[in-house]
Every structure is written in C-alpha cells, then in structure tokens.
C-alpha cells in the first residue's frame, strides 16, 4: 500500500471517490488493495467509518478488496478525508486500473508492491480496464484460477509472466517491468472502449503480445481451506460480509505482517493460528467442515433494485442445513448471477425459502 503524501488532503488524493457508484440502498466506494495487502488495524479502521456512515459491515469482493455500502450521496467530505487519509487510494487516476488478485503468501509480497508501485508511475496504466485484472501467484497456485489477463508465476528465483497462455521466463526482478509492459502492448492493440480483456482482442492480435512465447498450462490448486496453515490462520468470512467486531478480532496485537484478503472471501491471517478461538467466536469461519464453505449469494433485496428476494437471508437461514461436503449453493435474486465463484457451483434463482436453498444442493447430488 502507497503511503498518502502529507501535504495533500484526502480529497485531493481521491476525486474518484466524489463519484461513487449508487445502488438501491445507497452509495458504493470500492478500495483498491493491490493483492488484497492491508494492515489489521487499516482494517479495523475503515470498518469503523463503514459502522459511522453506512452499512456496518464491510464487503469482501472477488478481487480480494473491500466496499463500503449503504453510504448517503453524495458523500460527506469527512468520509471522504477520512478514506484519503489512510491511503487505501494513492492515485485517483489509476482506481480503476489496480486489479490485482494474489495467492495469500508472503513470498509474493514484494512482486505485488513492486507491480503496484510501477502501475501507479505510469500516467498511460490508468487507462486500463475497470475489468482488466493482473494474478500474482506460485506455480499453479489457486489465483491462477481467476479470470486474469496477465499472470506473474514466481517459483522463487526466476518468474513467468503469462498472457494468452503464453509465457516468458525473466530474472525476478524483471518480472514486474515486463508485466506492465504487456499491459501497455494491450492499450496499444485494444480495438474500442468494449475491449475490456485480453480475451476480447482478435487472435493475431492477442498473438502478438508475446510473440514467440512457451505455452503455458497452470493446474491451480483450491482456495485454501479454513483452519491453520502452518502459522498462520486462514479465516472465511460468511457471505463476505465483515463486522466491525470480525475486524478488531482479525487485527489483533499491532504488528509489520499485514492480513492478505483473497479472492474467496477469505482473509489469512499471519502468524494467527494461535488466535483461531476468538477469531472464531464472532462468527467468523476457522474449521474446514463448515456450511459456510459451500455457501454463497448475490447481495440480494434491499441492495440490488434488480430483485425482491432477499438472498442473504435465506442464505443464512440454510446454512446449518448444507451439507459441507455436498456441491457449492450460490443464491441469487437474478439471472445475472453476481458474484458467484469461479468453482464449480450450483445455483439457487430466487428461492422463497431455506427449504429451497437445501433442494438445490440436494438435487445436484442425486444427479451426480
């Protein structure tokens, strides 16, 4: 995370945030948090204004960041200041352009700053798509499941940097330089304001971004699962939403490791695994055999005008009649499907009740 300069006010390092986008409930500011980085009490603290302005709880995203919802339009300049002053956005120019999701290991923690920090130095880069997303990731690590347009592979030493299943192999310290300049070779052949991905560029000319690169296959490996992992704690946050007691309890005693959120509502915790009782006794996940890790819905009625039905509830109502092992639910109000997993899911379109929720599970199984 880029620290805020001092001489500058928290509105002035963040116009973006005088244009939030509005929902039915209110006004939305989605944070950047490049690799899903960010300090405990960073945390604790946006989770504080989030209580004081709008919807208490914060929103986990599949980018691995946070969003503020239910907040009043337009927004009072002290959120504003407030926001700006803890540097969660450096560079209002570049908001749109900073997707970028990581495994949630520590080894990667300088390839991410250091791919954050060149993005934010080039003026050109804010011309990136809203959609347009960079994975930072171990040799098929889970990241590499996301729906990425230039992926950074790093085994330690040397790294590949992948683009339409091609890659190049450079010397670690490359290896940021080369992503972006991949990035900036997408700009220059990018047909028209609708070509959000790599993906949506005709093949000679996704050809041509890496031209004689190696085939490249990545086999990635799950999320990982709630519990301990080695030291540290890996906790699932249900339906992505964080209290601001989650938030103290995730914080805990003030240290330099940051929590690494993930693109699968999760956030792992270094060095947390000893805390895994009070972390847990707020109701956050910490045990792999929970509900909660084949559950998860659209934001539903009254936050999207798209629906009646109020998914979040009848999510939570179901949750202690799923089956942990049984196929992944994902309840929506729409046919839209709003962030539903990248892993293979059933779904369940407006149910009227639990009973519904615990029928689409168990109709995947007996056709299994």
């Not at 490049?34 to 945390?43: F, L, M």
């Not at 709880?57 to 926001?83: E, F, K, N, V, Y």
């Not at 540097?87 to 999701?101: T, W």
């Amino acid at each position: 995370m880029t620290s805020p300069s001092p001489s500058r006010s928290g509105a002035d390092r963040c116009p973006g945030l005088l244009a939030p986008f509005v929902s039915a409930d209110g006004a939305m500011v989605r944070l950047r948090l490049p690799g899903g980085r960010v300090d405990g009490r960073t945390v604790a603290e946006i989770s504080s204004l989030a209580t004081r302005y709008g919807d208490p709880a914060l929103t986990l995203t599949s980018r691995g960041s946070l969003q503020l919802r239910g907040l009043p339009d337009p927004l009072p300049r002290a959120l504003i200041d407030a926001i700006g002053d803890l540097g969660l956005i450096p560079s209002g120019d570049h908001d749109r352009a900073r997707n970028i999701v990581a495994d949630p290991v520590g080894s990667l923690d300088d390839l991410i700053a250091a791919l954050d920090e060149g993005l934010l130095a080039d003026p050109g880069l804010a011309g990136l798509p809203g959609r347009f997303l960079l994975a930072v990731a171990e040799p098929d690590g889970p990241a590499l499941a996301e729906p990425w347009d230039i992926a950074i592979v790093d085994d330690g030493s040397a790294a590949r940097v992948v683009v339409d299943g091609r890659a190049t192999t450079v010397p670690r310290g490359q290896v940021p330089a080369t992503a972006l300049e991949l990035a900036r070779r997408f700009l220059a052949a990018r047909v028209d304001e609708r070509t959000w991905n790599v993906r949506d560029l005709p093949a000679d000319l996704r050809v041509g971004l890496l031209p004689g690169g190696a085939p490249f296959v990545a086999d990635p490996a799950g999320p990982p699962a709630p519990g301990a992992l080695g030291d540290d704690l890996v906790v699932l946050v249900p339906l992505g939403l964080l209290t601001a007691e989650q938030a103290g309890a995730l914080a805990g005693p003030r240290g330099p490791k940051p929590l690494r959120l993930t693109p699968w509502r999760s956030i792992v915790v270094p060095g947390g695994a000893g805390r895994a009782a009070d972390v847990a006794a707020t109701g956050l996940v910490t045990t792999p055999d929970s509900p909660w890790t084949v559950l998860t819905a659209c934001a539903g009625s009254p936050s999207c005008a798209r629906t009646d039905t109020a998914t979040r509830d009848l999510a939570r109502s179901a949750a202690a009649h799923l089956d942990p092992a049984g196929t992944p639910v994902h309840v929506i109000g729409c046919d839209r499907a709003c962030g539903h997993p990248t892993r293979a899911h059933v779904t369940s379109l407006n149910p009227t009740s639990a009973a519904d929720v615990v029928a689409a599970q168990h109709s995947s199984i007996r056709k299994a």
